[in-house]
DNA sequence: TCCAGACTATAACATGTGCGATAGCGGCTG
DNA sequence: CAGCCGCTATCGCACATGTTATAGTCTGGA
């Protein structure tokens, strides 16, 4: 119940933010449930292979910067 | 362990072949494991929503009949 | 013939997800 | 003020998925 290590929850929040959604319009356009959004968001669980890959999408159709993105700061 | 009634095994096999794919490769092109694209086929679970969508995607991007369609044999 | 590799089937366990419900919060309105 | 509404946080349970491991089949090569 620590739940997760890695803020996978700022990140999608952020780009939540940014794209002025709600986390039930979020969840729709990734195709998955608000529960689960809100969970991202609150570090009780990552998200899937597949939701990763939803949420790079979204980053990209919007021109917004890799939310998941592990090489950060690479300079 | 009656499996899944639906058979959308029979329809991701099908698609599968068509595309002279391993479930190893399919899986790695829809983003899931290997094990799910195996118990999607003998009929153990049936795909989530994201996975549904990828699916569909992937028919779409081979210009294949659409396999996870509901209404077939419309006429 | 024996063996190795590719592909498939199945299992167990931990974790992610869908769904429904409940609760809290601020804002707005009657 | 009370009540509604949009949004968020959290829970519980069933089911889907990821990971790893084992075993079966088949095919080609030594």
């Known amino acids: 119940m620590t739940k997760t ?3 996978f929850g700022a990140r999608v929040k952020e780009l939540r933010e940014q794209l ?3 986390q039930e319009s979020m ?3 990734l195709g ?3 529960a689960t959004v809100n969970r ?3 570090g009780w669980t990552a998200p899937s292979k597949l939701a990763l890959r ?3 999408l979204l980053c990209k159709q919007h021109h917004i910067t890799p939310v998941t993105d592990d090489r950060r700061t690479a300079k």
Chains 1, 2 share one sequence.
């Open 20 to 22: 002025h959604l709600t």
């Open 32 to 34: 998955v449930s608000f």
């Open 5 to 7: 290590k890695d803020d």
């Open 54 to 56: 939803q949420i790079e």
């Open 27 to 29: 969840a729709e356009s």
């Open 40 to 42: 991202w968001e609150n």
